[in-house]
């Protein structure tokens, strides 16, 4: 049984930061493709970063710059390094995984919430 646990949300000021992690069960992280999606009230699910098998690294561009994806295979944790945080950050954060860039994200994890306020 695959499972991914979020944690590290919160609320925080804006050009504040926060750490999300996500901590896999039922396999290891160096098998898989990684991302971090995110999710505001009436918006559709955005992807913000994702970390290929080979440690090549994506970002949005709403995030690049500001957010660092990583992931520490030993662990099997998934991290999301979030610096000079600004309200529109503001929503439920989501780790996913699938079986190469590009494919289905089939695994997720139920999410963290971020709320940045002004």
């Known amino acids: 049984q695959v499972e991914l646990v979020e944690s590290g949300g919160g609320s925080v000021q804006a050009g504040g930061s926060l750490r999300l992690s996500c901590a896999a069960s039922g396999y290891t992280y160096y098998r898989y493709c990684m991302g971090w999606f995110r999710q505001a009230p009436g918006k559709e699910r955005e992807e913000v970063a994702v970390i290929d098998r080979d440690d090549s690294t994506s970002y949005a561009d709403s995030v690049k710059g500001r957010f660092t994806i990583s992931k520490d295979n030993a662990k099997n944790t998934l991290y999301l390094q979030m610096n000079r945080l600004k309200p529109e950050d503001t929503a439920m954060y989501y780790c996913?995984?699938?079986?190469?860039?590009?494919?289905?994200?089939?695994?997720w994890g139920q999410g963290t919430q971020v709320t940045v306020s002004s």
């Open positions: 996913a995984a699938s079986y190469g860039l590009g494919k289905p994200w089939v695994y």
